[in-house]
C-alpha cells in the first residue's frame, strides 16, 4: 500500500499544482467574459459558442476533467481503499440529487451527468423512470417509499436528508478500515463537514422554510462510530442544536458559538470621533444569511484540506484531501462561469463566494 500511495501522491500533487487552487485562483481574477475563462482554463480546447451554448459545454468540460483526473488518481490504486471509491461515488449522489429534483420539477432533459467509469452504479440513462435508475443499486430500497412523492412533485427534503445520510455513513464505515494514523486527519475533517453540514441545514429550514426546533431536529445526523474513529464524544450535532436557540435576527444572541465566524458581518460599525471615543451604529438590519454560512464554511473546509494534502503526503488521507480540493475547484470554476453569463466579472463572483 505505502507504494500505491506514494504513486497516487505523486500523480495527485502534479495535479494540483496545474489546478485552480493555492496561489493559482489568483490567475481567475479580472475575468470579463466566457470566451476568456475558456482559453484560460482550456487553452488548447476553447471554442468558439454563442453565451448559453458556451457555457453549458464549459461547465460539462470543468466537471469532467475534474473527475477524470480523480478517477486517475484512484485507479493508480492496485485495489483502491474503499474511502476513495466512496469519495468517488459523491458524484454520483449529487447526480442523483439533481436528477430527483429535475424530474420532481417535471424536467424531461437528463441533467449534465458525471462519468465515473466502473464505479458507476445507476442507470442515469433510465431518466425520467426512478425505478428503472436505481434498481439492483443500494439506492433501491433506500427510496423505494419516495418514488411517488418525487413524481408528484413534493418536498424533497427528506430525500436529501436520507442520501446525505447514506453517504456519510458509507465514508465513516470506510473510514474505519484504515489505519489509526492514517484515518486521522479525514476523521477530522468529516468531524467538521458533517457539523457544519448539520448547521447549514438549520439555516436554511428556520430561514427559508420557518420549521421549528422539534422539525430541523429530525433531519440533523450525528454518527456515534465517527466520534470513537476521531476520539471525540461530542454529538456532531452539538453546534446545530445549539443554534437552534438563536433568533435569526439577534446577532449578538450568537456571540461564542463554535461557529460564528462564518456568519455574516455584524451589523454595527465602530468609527471614532474627535476625542477618540468609540461611536457604533446601527448599519443595517442583521439577518443570519444561510448562503453567506455556506461558502464561508467551504472556505474553511477548503483551506483545512490544502493544509493537510501537503502535510500527510504517503497517506489515504492525502488522496482524500486531493479529492475535495478538486471538488473545491470544480465548484469554483463553475461558479465563475455562471456569474460571468450573467454580466458579472470574476472578482464579483469571488467576493460572493468569500474567495480571498
Not at 485562483?25 to 475575468?31: A, D, F, P, Q, V
Not at 476568456?36 to 453565451?51: A, N, S, T, V, Y
Not at 457604533?280 to 454560512?293: G, L
Request: with cysteine; proline share 3%; glycine share 6%.
Amino acid at each position: 500500500m505505502w507504494d500505491d500511495n506514494g504513486y497516487a501522491y505523486a500523480k495527485a500533487s502534479w495535479i494540483i499544482g496545474k489546478s485552480f487552487l493555492g496561489k493559482r485562483i489568483s490567475s481567475l481574477s479580472g475575468i470579463h467574459t466566457l470566451s476568456e475563462l475558456d482559453r484560460l482554463i482550456f487553452p488548447e480546447q476553447h471554442k468558439e459558442l454563442p453565451g448559453r451554448e458556451l457555457l453549458i459545454d464549459l461547465e460539462k468540460r470543468i466537471v469532467g476533467r475534474a473527475v477524470r483526473q480523480i478517477l486517475s488518481v484512484v485507479n493508480s490504486y492496485s485495489q483502491p481503499p474503499k474511502l476513495l471509491v466512496r469519495m468517488l461515488k459523491g458524484f454520483e449522489y449529487s447526480d442523483l440529487k439533481e436528477c430527483l429534483g429535475s424530474i420532481a420539477g417535471g424536467k424531461t432533459s437528463l441533467p449534465l451527468i458525471s462519468d465515473i467509469g466502473r464505479f458507476g452504479s445507476i442507470r442515469f440513462d433510465a431518466y425520467p423512470d426512478v425505478s428503472a435508475m436505481l434498481k439492483k443499486t443500494e439506492y433501491e430500497h433506500l427510496l423505494s417509499e419516495d418514488q411517488k412523492s418525487i413524481k408528484k412533485g413534493m418536498d424533497l427534503t427528506v430525500v436529501e436528508t436520507k442520501l446525505d445520510y447514506r453517504f456519510y455513513q458509507s465514508l465513516i464505515e470506510s473510514l474505519s478500515q484504515l489505519d489509526p494514523d492514517d484515518r486521522e486527519i479525514a476523521a477530522r475533517l468529516l468531524s467538521d463537514e458533517i457539523s457544519l453540514r448539520n448547521c447549514l441545514w438549520a439555516l436554511r429550514l428556520r430561514t427559508y422554510y420557518h420549521r421549528s426546533e422539534s422539525e430541523v431536529s429530525k433531519y440533523l445526523m450525528d454518527f456515534k462510530q465517527l466520534g470513537k474513529l476521531h476520539q471525540k464524544r461530542t454529538s456532531l450535532t452539538t453546534e446545530a442544536r445549539a443554534s437552534l436557540a438563536f433568533s435569526l435576527d439577534v446577532r449578538k444572541d450568537w456571540r461564542g458559538w463554535r461557529w460564528e465566524r462564518f456568519l455574516n458581518h455584524d451589523p454595527y460599525e465602530t468609527s471614532y470621533v474627535g476625542d477618540g471615543s468609540r461611536l457604533t451604529e446601527s448599519v443595517e438590519h442583521w439577518k443570519a444569511d444561510p448562503r453567506h454560512f455556506q461558502n464561508a464554511a467551504s472556505q474553511y473546509l477548503y483551506h483545512l484540506c490544502l493544509r493537510n494534502f501537503h502535510s500527510s503526503s504517503m497517506s489515504v488521507s492525502a488522496i482524500y484531501c486531493f479529492i475535495k480540493l478538486k471538488q473545491f475547484e470544480e465548484d469554483l470554476l463553475t461558479s465563475v462561469a455562471e456569474g460571468l453569463s450573467l454580466g458579472m466579472d470574476s472578482s464579483n463572483v469571488f467576493k460572493l463566494l468569500e474567495v480571498a
